[in-house]
C-alpha cells in the first residue's frame, strides 16, 4: 500500500511535518517577553503598584465583577440555557423541572421535617421518640414518592424526547432532589405553578 491510498482510506494520519516544540518554547511564545526581576524590594514594591492601579479603578472592577456575576445569576435563575449550570441544561432537564414544579410533592417536606427534627431533640425523651417515629415513616413515604415521581417524569421524558440518552437513575435522581428543595430555593426559578399544566 503506497502513502496516497493510505491517506484517501484514512487509516494512516501522516506527520505535521515539523518538530514538536520543547516546553520552553511553547510557553515563551504564550507569554510573550518576560520583564527582568526587580533588583531591589523598593523597584518591586513600585512594579506591584503600577500594575495594581489605583483605588478608585480596583474600586470599579470590583464593582464591575459584582454586577456581572449578579447579571449571570438573574440569567441562571431566569433559566437562560448559557448561564445554567451542566446539570440543569438542555430542553429534557427543563421539561423535568417542568414536570416538578407542576406539582406538589410529599417530597418537598423534607426541609421542614428536618427542623421539626432538629427542635425535638431537645425535648423529652418520650416527645423524641414519638418526632423521630412519625418522621421515619415519613421518610418512607418521601421515598416512595421520590420514586413514584422519577418514574412518572422518564415515562414523560421518554414520550417527549424519544430520541435523547437522557433519563433513568440520573433523570429521576434529578428530579427527585429538585422536589425536596423548597420551592423559593429552587435553582433556577420555577416556570410553572403547581397545578399548571406542562
Known amino acids: 500500500m503506497d502513502e496516497s491510498t ?7 494520519s501522516l506527520g505535521k511535518g515539523r518538530p514538536t516544540p520543547s516546553r520552553r518554547e511553547a510557553e515563551g ?5 518576560v520583564a527582568p526581576a526587580p533588583l531591589t524590594a523598593k523597584e518591586a514594591r513600585a512594579r506591584r503598584k ?19 456575576a449578579a447579571d449571570q445569576r438573574a440569567r441562571m435563575m431566569a433559566g437562560e440555557d448559557k448561564f445554567l449550570l451542566p446539570r440543569d441544561k438542555g430542553p429534557v432537564r427543563a421539561y423535568a423541572r417542568d414536570l416538578v414544579d407542576s406539582r406538589r410533592n410529599f417530597v418537598g417536606l423534607f426541609m421542614p421535617m428536618a427542623l421539626i427534627l432538629l427542635v425535638a431533640l431537645f425535648l423529652s425523651p418520650e416527645v423524641q ?13 418521601m421515598g416512595i414518592d421520590g ?7 422518564n415515562n414523560k421524558v421518554r414520550d417527549r424526547f424519544p430520541e435523547t440518552p437522557d433519563g433513568g437513575f440520573k433523570l429521576g435522581w434529578y428530579s427527585f432532589v429538585r422536589a425536596s428543595q423548597v420551592r423559593k430555593m429552587r435553582a433556577p426559578k420555577p ?8
Open 6 to 12: 493510505a491517506q484517501t482510506r484514512g487509516n494512516v
Open 147 to 153: 420514586y413514584l415521581l422519577g418514574r412518572r417524569v
Open 50 to 68: 503600577a500594575t495594581r492601579g489605583s483605588k478608585d479603578e480596583r474600586k470599579a472592577a470590583s464593582a464591575e465583577r459584582r454586577a456581572k
Open 29 to 33: 511564545r504564550r507569554r510573550g517577553p
Open 129 to 141: 421518640s414519638i418526632v423521630t417515629l412519625a418522621l421515619f415513616i415519613m421518610m418512607i413515604f
Open 191 to 198: 416556570r410553572v405553578g403547581p397545578g399548571d399544566a406542562v
